[in-house]
C-alpha cells in the first residue's frame, strides 16, 4: 500500500504531545487518568445532590458557603413542655404500624365454611357471619376477622376495642387458647406492617 511506505519501526511521535513525550507514554498517562476523573465525578455528584437536597426550596444554594447561624433563625432547645411542631415544620406522617395477625386452620373447614366461601363473593358479610359464630366461641371473643387464605385459614386480628397497652397480653393468652381448642389445628402468630388507611 502507499500509505505503509513511509512506516518506520521507530516509536511514534504524536504531533500534539510535548516534545520527547511518546504516544505509548501519553496513551499511558489518559489510562491512569481516567479513575481519577471518574472518582473526581462521583465525588461532585455527591456533594451536589447533598446541596441541592439541604437547600429549602426557593432558596439558591451558594457553592460551599452556609449562612452563619443568628439568632433568628436558630430555634429553641426542644424541652418535655414545647416538643410540638413549630415554626413552619409540616408533621411527619404517620407510617406502617405492626400489627399481629392470627392465622388459624381447622381440621375440619366445614364448623366455617359459610364463613370461607362467602368471603371470596362478599367480604363484608364474611366478616359479619364470624362476628356472629365467634359468639359460641369465648376463645375467638377478642378477635376479628381480617381475611381468608386460599387454603382456608382464616387471619385474623386484635379487635380495636381492646386497648393497646393490653393487646400484647391479649394476643398471648388467644393463641395459647386457640393451641388448646381441639378442632382447630394451628393457631400461628405473625406480624406484617399495616399502611395507613388500611391499604
Same mark, same amino acid.
Given at each position: ?14 504531533? =500534539? ?7 505509548? /507514554? ?28 439541604? @437547600?429549602?426550596?426557593? $432558596? ?46 381447622? %381440621? /375440619? ?11 371470596? @363473593?362478599?367480604?363484608? @358479610?364474611? %366478616?359479619?357471619?364470624? $362476628?356472629?359464630? %365467634? ?7 377478642? =378477635?376479628?376477622? /381480617? ?5 382456608? $385459614? ?28 381441639? /378442632? ?16
Amino acid at each position: 500500500m502507499v500509505g505503509d511506505a513511509h512506516m518506520s519501526e521507530g516509536p511514534v511521535i504524536d504531533a =500534539l504531545a510535548p516534545a520527547g513525550v511518546t504516544h505509548g /507514554d501519553l496513551s499511558q498517562r489518559l489510562k491512569s487518568a481516567a479513575p481519577a476523573a471518574g472518582a473526581i465525578g462521583i465525588i461532585s455528584a455527591i456533594v451536589v445532590g447533598a446541596l441541592v437536597a439541604t @437547600t429549602p426550596p426557593g $432558596e439558591q444554594a451558594a457553592p460551599g458557603v452556609e449562612p452563619p447561624p443568628s439568632a433568628a433563625n436558630v430555634p429553641p432547645p426542644i424541652t418535655p413542655g414545647n416538643a410540638t411542631v413549630q415554626y413552619d415544620q409540616t408533621p411527619p406522617a404517620a407510617g406502617p404500624q405492626r400489627v399481629v395477625e392470627l392465622v388459624v386452620k381447622f %381440621k /375440619d373447614d366445614a364448623k366455617i365454611k359459610q364463613i370461607l366461601d362467602s368471603f371470596w @363473593t362478599d367480604p363484608g @358479610t364474611a %366478616k359479619a357471619r364470624f $362476628e356472629t359464630w %365467634k359468639a359460641n366461641r369465648p376463645e375467638f371473643a377478642r =378477635l376479628k376477622l /381480617d381475611r381468608v387464605t386460599y387454603s382456608n $385459614e382464616l387471619v385474623l386480628v386484635i379487635d380495636n376495642a381492646v386497648p393497646v397497652a393490653e393487646r400484647v397480653a391479649a394476643i398471648r393468652d388467644i393463641v395459647k387458647a386457640l393451641g388448646a381448642a381441639p /378442632d382447630i389445628s394451628y393457631a400461628e402468630q405473625q406480624a406484617t406492617m399495616a399502611q395507613p388507611g388500611g391499604q
